[in-house]
């Protein structure tokens, strides 16, 4: 089960602010400043669906692909309702696999972070290489390092008429963890509380940049959030784009090489994950 299946149903509520409109028109301002508008489109880590039904809205073919069940079911009664139709499927990112290319691929509000895991992203820009048609765009915000870090200790509350939440972090050697309490009320007019717990990992910029390269994207680039500027020294949320090339070398030796740097980051990780304990 993935973590946010028995968010799913509050997902929506608790992310009004997330203003999907604004944000979909940035990300196209970025399609735009590449030259490059998508016939079709893929929205990894899609959600609820929030930014698929932008998308279709403006006339982009949409495919939706998220781990949660439950947020998949609520994304697609999100596009009965806005009368949009996107096909979602039910796939961890790192596992990608679609029926053919797409001319460009989101991944968006922090997605990756919760790949905990450096080889599960390297695996996951692999998969995108493979499923973006050459040319194609990528664009993928992160929670930056500084905005992680600083997390450590806060405490958040989001209410609405018959939720609650209450959000405690905690940042430890590149990894926070947000231990979720969430209070709904029933229909008897009492409170039922569960604790979900979701962990992020912090990635900078050099190691995202060096990752796509490896996975044979080219023209990587970054800006700060819903801007066109650089990110600036303690940027809270940093966009990429990078564009899919076509390999010089035999799809078999960019494989292996890829696998290489994978098994790389996986010894990194584990060491690092062995340091903790001592």
């Not at 309702?81 to 961890?92: G, R, S």
Request: charged share 30%; net charge negative.
């Amino acid at each position: 089960m993935s973590n946010y299946d028995r968010f799913a149903e509050v997902y929506d509520r608790l992310m009004e602010d997330a203003d999907y409109k604004t944000r979909t028109d940035y990300l196209l301002s970025l399609f735009e400043k590449h030259d490059r508008r998508p016939a079709l489109l893929l929205d990894l880590a899609c959600g609820t669906g929030g930014f698929s039904n932008e998308f279709a809205k403006r006339g982009i073919d949409v495919i939706g692909v998220d781990i949660s069940e439950e947020m998949l079911a609520s994304a697609r009664q999100n596009s009965a309702e806005c009368k949009t139709d996107v096909l979602y499927l039910c796939q961890p990112a790192e596992e990608l696999d679609l029926y053919g290319t797409v001319d460009a691929a989101i991944c968006c509000l922090d997605s990756l972070n919760y790949l905990t895991r450096p080889a599960d992203v390297q695996r996951t820009f692999r998969r995108l290489h493979l499923f973006i048609a050459p040319g194609g765009l990528l664009v993928f915000d992160i929670n930056t390092v500084a905005k992680l870090a600083a997390l450590d200790g806060q405490v958040f509350l989001d209410e609405t008429e018959d939720t609650y939440c209450v959000w405690r972090t905690e940042y430890r050697r590149g990894l926070c963890t947000y231990y979720v309490d969430l209070f709904r009320q029933q229909g008897d007019g009492a409170w039922d509380r569960e604790l979900e717990i979701h962990r992020q990992r912090a990635y900078t910029v050099e190691e995202l940049t060096g990752w796509l390269k490896a996975a044979g994207f080219t023209d990587i680039r970054t800006c700060g959030d819903m801007v066109r500027r650089s990110p600036r020294e303690g940027e809270q949320r940093i966009y990429f784009t990078a564009i899919r090339k076509v390999l010089a070398e035999s799809p078999a030796k960019a494989e292996a090489e890829g696998k290489a740097a994978e098994a790389r980051a996986e010894a990194e990780f584990a060491a690092d994950a062995e340091m903790e304990t001592l």
